[in-house]
């Protein structure tokens, strides 16, 4: 891959890796009024029998879907105006042909302004729809608070479709009784009945996570309710619906309000997360049983069983969908997540998820064929900071990692 996480500097955040429009902008801005500027040096500088009708006709269209309702009318007044005063111009106002294209600048100055009003109508009902969304995906999908039950917290859910923002990858961190508990989940399908999918399971996490004694009886609770939502659906979903899921508990000492210093794991058919340590170290945490999906039930029977691996102080744990490790670049290279952090150090989860982020964008070159949902929780060191920002992305001393 050649290039070094972290050594970009800090890419745009929620820039989408999408090429800048500033130069196209200030072209098309400036292309009306150079049309019709162009079209009376035409006029001017050819026979009268050629005449620049079509592009003062052009002006006012090309103005109607990019420029305010009053700009638009200039735009068309100007193009009327050009016309009427280059046929004084040339001595043939009173002829029937200038009158008709006149009355053909006009008629389509009119219908720019129709357009100009049809495409505004529709931008406020996209502003509606973005805003709907955006508080669907808060209800369904909320950002954990950046520190939760004494641990550090930093979610991203990164679409990739354009201007989308829910679909089918999921995240959830609670506070409970039993500890932290986190969910982070693939549910199978796209668009509607993928949202819906994910809020079940969210909903159904919720409830268990307060609820269920063990880590495996929440995650039986999840089979449950996926079971449940497949017989509710007709067709295909009703017989193939799946999500692949890793759950996690934090729990704390009896009677105290310090953490364990381990981690349980359940993994159902998902990619298994990832533990960085202070000291630059990587550790993928694989489950020793192969288990699958939520929802698949019915094909195999077997026990959950909660895996503990420890969960030192200044470590952090990431989760992550397969629209990462599934990331391609231009070559076809999937994006290896394991390969690109080992060795690097990251002050915080929020600096790691930024970093990986940009990183995945420039592997891929800004584009993404599936979602990606990442979750990262640190349990920070005795005396560190809840924040240290301003403390650069750098491998550890010595390291020479190159990915």
């Not at 070559?331 to 150090?345: K, S, T, W």
């Not at 995945?360 to 349990?379: E, K």
Request: proline share 7%.
């Amino acid at each position: 891959m050649g290039h070094p996480l972290g050594a970009a500097g800090g890419g745009r955040r929620g820039g989408g890796g999408r090429p800048e429009y500033g130069g196209t902008r200030r072209f098309i801005r400036a292309l009306p009024p150079l049309i019709i500027v162009g079209g009376v040096a035409f006029d001017v500088a050819t026979p009268p029998e050629y005449t620049a009708a079509p592009l003062f006709s052009a002006a006012p269209l090309i103005a109607a879907p990019f420029f305010s309702t009053l700009t638009t009318l200039l735009t068309g007044i100007a193009a009327v105006l050009a016309s009427v005063g280059l046929h004084a111009y040339n001595g043939t106002v009173d002829e029937v042909a200038a009158l008709t294209e006149t009355m053909t600048v006009l008629t389509v100055s009119a219908l720019a302004l129709l357009i100009n009003r049809v495409v505004r109508r529709s931008g406020e009902r996209l502003a509606s729809a973005r805003v709907i969304a955006e508080t669907a995906q808060k209800a369904v999908l909320p950002t954990p608070a950046e520190r939760i039950g004494g641990l550090q917290c930093a979610a991203r859910y990164e679409a990739a479709q354009a201007d989308a923002f829910i679909g089918g990858d999921l995240f959830a961190v609670q506070d409970t009784p039993h500890g932290v508990r986190l969910l982070v989940g693939d549910v199978r399908g796209k668009g509607m009945d993928a949202v819906e999918a994910v809020a079940v399971v969210i909903g159904a996490f919720r409830e268990a996570a307060e609820q269920e004694r063990t880590l495996e009886g929440v995650a039986q609770r999840l089979e449950r309710a996926l079971t449940r939502e497949g017989t509710r659906r007709d067709g295909l979903d009703a017989f193939e619906g799946f999500t692949t899921a890793v759950l996690a508990e934090i729990p704390r000492s009896d009677g105290s309000g310090t953490f364990d210093g381990f981690v349980r794991v359940v993994n159902r058919g998902h990619p298994p997360p990832l533990m960085l340590y202070a000291d630059g170290r990587l550790e993928t945490l694989e489950p020793g049983e192969a288990a699958l999906p939520l929802g698949m039930g019915e094909l195999a029977a077997w026990p959950d069983r909660a895996e503990a691996r420890p969960f030192p102080q200044g470590a952090t744990l990431l989760f992550y969908t397969d629209g990462l490790s599934e990331a391609r670049s231009a070559q076809g290279l999937f994006y290896d997540p394991a390969a690109r952090l080992a060795g690097r150090i990251f002050p915080g989860p929020e600096e790691l998820l930024d970093a990986l982020v940009d990183d995945v964008r420039l592997h891929t070159g800004g584009g993404s064929t599936d979602d990606m949902a990442l979750l990262a929780v640190s349990r920070p060191a005795t005396g560190q900071p809840e924040r240290r920002r301003t403390m650069p992305v750098v491998p550890p001393e010595g390291s020479g990692h190159q990915a």
